[in-house]
């Protein structure tokens, strides 16, 4: 305790957390929800999902908050959109959901690219929040990044999958892995923790061949001014929801406001 208010404190901590976003492209938030509530949405998605197959990657799906009502009602009450519009500095929505969800004996890595590679939009203007759900170190395939890449700006996408086959972009910058793989850091969690990160920090994380669960949900926040370009990136969304670009994703009600004052949960925590 240093003796200041707590209300100054969290001044303090905000400032802190959106320094570090802005000079590293990506901020640790301990503890942001109990251990106890991590788990519990755990427990709540693996028995959401028990029909759904793996594969060497682990689970991985798409807008999971869709099926799990503790999700759900956790997105729309708990501290998360307070916490990402104070350190975003305006309005949010969130665009989707990715769980990776490497089970013990996962196989496969998740390979260096940055998240707005696969954004049919048209900036990267947002925040990606990834959720431990488990405690998480390198060897059960924390994510690793590759600190203050995301001033390098959009390079060429890169299959964060082996063969999903992103298009090539000969008018961007290759990624250069080399130096990633120099400066590449992990970042263990525990369960509750969050990692924010800017939408061009490069980042990747390893296979969990540890008895271990790993389970992390992976939030992308956009700009309430984000506009479709579908040409952008493929995506479900293009097929499912068939935007029209140029016009605002905010437009559609498709998708959930981030809100900048929660429920009785819902205080930002930094
Ligand atoms: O959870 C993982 O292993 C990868 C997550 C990721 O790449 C992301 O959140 O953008």
Known sequence: MDGRPAADRDVVAQAAARGLLAAQGVVHIPAFIAADAARALHAAIATA???????????????????????????????LGP???????????????????????????????????????????????????????????????????????????????????QPTRDDLPPLDLAAADRIATAQPVRAGDLLVHHPLVLHRSGPNPTRRERMGLSLTAIDADVRWDTAHAPHPFALSLRPDDGVRVSADPHFLRLLASGGAEGSPRF
């Open 49 to 79: 999902l028990d029909d759904v197959p793996s594969s060497d990657y682990g689970l991985l799906l798409n807008d999971t908050w869709r099926r799990v009502p503790a999700l759900e009602s956790w997105l729309r009450g708990g501290p």
């Open 83 to 165: 916490l990402l519009t104070a350190l975003y500095g305006a309005p949010l929505l969130l665009f989707q959901d990715n769980l990776v969800w490497k089970r013990p004996g996962t196989g496969s890595a998740i390979e260096w690219h940055q998240d707005y590679s696969y954004w049919p939009l048209d900036r990267p203007g947002g925040l990606t929040a990834w959720l431990a759900l488990d405690d998480a170190d390198v060897d059960s395939g924390a994510l690793i990044y590759a600190p203050g890449t995301h001033v390098l700006g959009e390079c060429e996408p890169a299959d964060f999958i082996s063969g999903s086959g």
